[in-house]
């Protein structure tokens, strides 16, 4: 389908919902593309890995509007956007770190498109799948594990994980080991192509990005 056919039916979406409507005036789109797969589902609690400006949070604090949301976004200038889109919601909270293994500081890989940055390097498949999306500059960045970060008694059932953090999922789901069990689902972003340098999941499928939603079991 054309790309901005593609935008155009997005934009209607977001027009049409006063909760969405909100994050056009900060230049946030609801991560609408993810309405069939979130739609329906009972959530108290979303831990949003990779949160960026607030997108996948905005969509499911307008499905859900009693959920609770701990957002992880260590850039400044999407985590600044972020905390001026939830404003006023004390049942968001930011948290201004990533999330990996280990703790440590790290530089991360900003792309001209700053939703594609990443704590890998970004390949020459990445910027040639989606142009525009080449590395422009680094930013120093905390990383750190989930349970370091996060009470476990934040977390309240039926909990969602969503992970997008540009190749670097593995990493983050080994920051989150110690607190799997206390997710019903985990949602993570997925590819099949080394987009990012480091990271190759060969699975004979010819689209570059899948989302993946699995579902977890509670102790």
């Known amino acids: 389908m054309n790309h901005r ?41 979303l831990v949003d890995v990779g949160a960026n400006v607030g997108q996948f949070s905005l969509l499911v604090t307008g499905l859900l509007p009693n959920v609770r949301v701990e957002a992880f976004e260590p850039l400044r200038g999407p ?19 990533a999330i990996g293994a280990q703790q440590k500081e ?18 020459n498949v990445q910027t040639t799948t989606f142009p525009g999306t080449e590395k422009v500059r680094v930013e120093d960045v905390r990383v750190t594990t989930l349970d370091a970060e996060l009470d476990p008694s934040r977390i309240v059932a039926p909990a969602l994980l969503k992970l997008d953090v540009q190749g670097y999922e593995l990493e983050a789901l080994k920051g989150c080991a110690s607190m799997l069990h206390l997710f ?18 060969d699975g004979g499928i010819r689209a570059p990005r899948r989302y993946l939603l699995v579902k977890g079991r509670r102790k």
């Open 184 to 201: 019903d689902l985990i949602y993570a972003e997925l590819s099949f192509v080394e987009l990012y340098e480091g990271y190759r999941e």
């Open 106 to 123: 790290a530089s991360m890989n900003i792309s001209r498109r700053e939703d594609s940055s990443s704590l890998l390097g970004i390949s």
């Open 5 to 45: 056919l593609v935008q155009a039916q997005k934009l209607m979406r977001l027009v049409v919902d006063p909760h969405f409507r909100r994050g056009i005036r900060f230049g946030v789109g609801a991560s609408v593309e993810h309405l069939g797969m979130m739609r329906g589902r009972e959530i108290a609690t």
């Open 79 to 97: 985590a600044d956007v972020f905390e001026k889109l939830f404003a006023g919601n004390s049942r968001v909270t930011l948290h201004r770190v």
